[in-house]
């Protein structure tokens, strides 16, 4: 059984910092395409940012969080990071994890929830102002 497990998110004031983990088991993450949504109480899953297994692993980011968040991966331990900088109250959300087996060759294919085959419980994030 796959399972992706989020961890790290909490309650911060506004400019701070948190890094959340994905640690993922039953499959491999260096052939895993892996991205990070967000949903807030009233709105949709948003995209947050994504990261391909192919090539040198071609990353991208939601305007809203380009120059803040930074999205990694660490093949050794199975395990994709979100580092969020800067944090502001519109970040508040609930933030899952995902992950896709398919292959593709359009970043903008990441951007959709439904290429993804496995998603995480979530991890809490609010920030205060």
């Known amino acids: 059984q796959v399972q992706l497990v989020e961890s790290g998110g909490g309650l911060v004031q506004a400019g701070a910092s948190l890094r959340l983990s994905c640690a993922a088991s039953g499959l491999t993450i260096r052939t895993t395409a892996m991205g990070w949504f967000r949903q807030a109480p009233g709105k949709e899953r948003e995209f947050v940012a994504s990261v391909n297994w192919w090539g040198t692993g071609v990353t991208n980011y939601a305007d809203s969080v380009k120059g803040r968040f930074t999205i990694s991966r660490d093949n050794a331990k199975n395990t994709v990071y979100l580092q969020m900088n800067d944090l502001k109250p519109e970040d508040t959300a609930l933030y899952y994890c995902?992950?896709?087996?398919?292959?593709?060759?359009?970043?903008?294919?990441?951007?959709?929830?439904?290429?993804?085959?496995?998603w995480g419980q979530g991890t809490q994030v609010t920030v205060s102002s």
């Open positions: 995902t992950a896709s087996t398919r292959p593709t060759t359009s970043t903008r294919a990441t951007t959709v929830p439904g290429w993804y085959d496995y």
